[in-house]
C-alpha cells in the first residue's frame, strides 16, 4: 500500500566534492512535488580541500537549502548520524554527494513508495564503454550490475543494503543509527543492514537508481579496495554473513591451504596489481587480488 509522504528533509553527507549540482537538481524536484515541507542539508566532513569548501558555499544561498561544515573529520558514519540529528522531518533521504540524479520522476518515487521505514533505491551504471573500456571501476560496476537489480536486491533484503541513496523515517534513523566505530571507509551500511534485521525493520528495494559517473582512476580504486578490505577484517565478527569474501575466508579451515593459497597471492601480487593500475586491468586478477588480500591479511 502506498502513502504519500509530503514532509522530507534530503540530507548529503560530502568530502571533497563540489555537489552544488545534485543540489539545485534536488532542490528543483522538491519545488514541483507537492510537499508541504522540506530541506536539503550537506554536511562536509571537514574537507581539506578549500576549493570544494568555497563552491559549497553557493548551497547556502538556495530556498530551503544549508550546507554545514564539521570541525573535525569523524568518518561518514558519524556524518550521517549528524545529518540525521539535524533533521526536522519525518522522512529522511540520503544520497550520496558524487552521484547524478537523471530521472524526473526520481524524487516523486520516493514519496509514493511503500509503506516501509526503510526504502533502497538503488545505483545505476553511466558513462560511454568508449570511453571508460580501461576503467577498473567502471568495469567492474558494471559488470556487478546485473546483480543489483531491486527483485535481486530483495531476495536479500538486508544484505543488500546500501547507503548511496535510501529513503528511511526519522525515527528509524534515530533508533537504529549508523555504528560509529566505521571511521574509515566501507562497510557501514552493510552492518546497518545488520542492525536493522536484529530490530525487525523491514527494508523495501525499488528501482529508483541515482547514477554513478564520476569513476576514480586505476591506482586510487585499488588503493581504495585494499582500505575496504582492511575495515573488513577489522569488522569481520560482525559482518559475519553478510560478506561473501568472510564466508569464503571462514570456508578454508586446513591451515596448510591458506597459507599456500597466501604464498601465491604474496609470490604473483607485484604482477597482479601492475595489472589491474594498467591500462588493461582484468576482472578475474581483480577478484583473485581481492581474495588474496584479505586472505593474506588474516595471516
Not at 100 to 118: K, N, Q
Amino acid at each position: 500500500m502506498e502513502q504519500r509522504k509530503t514532509q522530507l528533509s534530503i540530507l548529503i553527507p560530502v568530502y571533497n566534492t563540489v555537489c552544488v549540482d545534485i543540489v539545485r537538481r534536488l532542490q528543483l524536484m522538491a519545488e514541483q512535488a507537492e510537499l508541504s515541507d522540506y530541506e536539503i542539508i550537506v554536511a562536509d566532513d571537514a574537507s581539506p580541500l578549500k576549493d570544494s569548501r568555497e563552491q559549497n558555499e553557493q548551497i547556502n544561498t538556495l530556498p530551503h537549502c544549508s550546507y554545514i561544515i564539521k570541525e573535525v573529520n569523524s568518518g561518514s558514519a558519524a556524518t550521517r548520524n549528524f545529518l540525521a540529528r539535524k533533521s526536522r522531518y519525518p522522512w529522511l533521504l540520503f544520497i550520496d554527494s558524487d552521484v547524478e540524479v537523471v530521472d524526473d520522476r526520481f524524487l516523486s518515487r520516493y514519496l509514493t513508495s511503500l509503506s516501509a521505514p526503510v526504502v533502497n533505491g538503488g545505483l545505476a551504471v553511466g558513462g560511454d564503454d568508449d570511453t571508460l573500456r580501461h576503467n577498473l571501476r567502471y568495469r567492474y560496476e558494471k559488470a556487478e550490475a546485473p546483480q543489483h537489480t531491486a527483485s535481486r536486491r530483495q531476495q536479500r533484503p538486508y544484505q543488500s543494503f546500501r547507503s548511496t541513496n535510501f529513503l528511511v523515517s526519522r525515527q528509524t534513523m534515530l533508533d537504529c543509527p549508523f555504528d560509529e566505530r566505521f571511521r574509515n571507509s566501507g562497510y557501514e551500511d552493510v552492518f546497518l543492514g545488520k542492525k536493522l534485521r536484529q530490530q525487525h525493520i523491514a527494508i523495501a528495494h525499488i528501482d529508483n537508481p541515482v547514477v554513478m559517473t564520476d569513476y576514480e582512476d586505476n591506482a586510487t580504486y585499488v588503493a581504495k579496495m585494499e582500505r575496504n578490505l582492511q575495515t573488513l577484517h577489522h569488522f569481520r565478527q560482525d559482518l559475519k554473513g553478510y560478506s561473501k569474501l568472510i564466508t569464503l575466508s571462514d570456508g578454508i579451515h586446513l591451515k596448510t591451504v591458506r597459507r599456500c593459497l597466501t604464498a601465491v597471492y604474496r609470490f604473483f601480487r607485484p604482477m597482479m596489481r601492475r595489472n589491474l593500475c594498467s591500462s588493461h586491468p582484468s576482472l578475474f586478477v581483480f577478484k583473485l587480488y581481492k581474495t588474496g588480500y584479505y586472505l593474506s591479511i588474516k595471516n
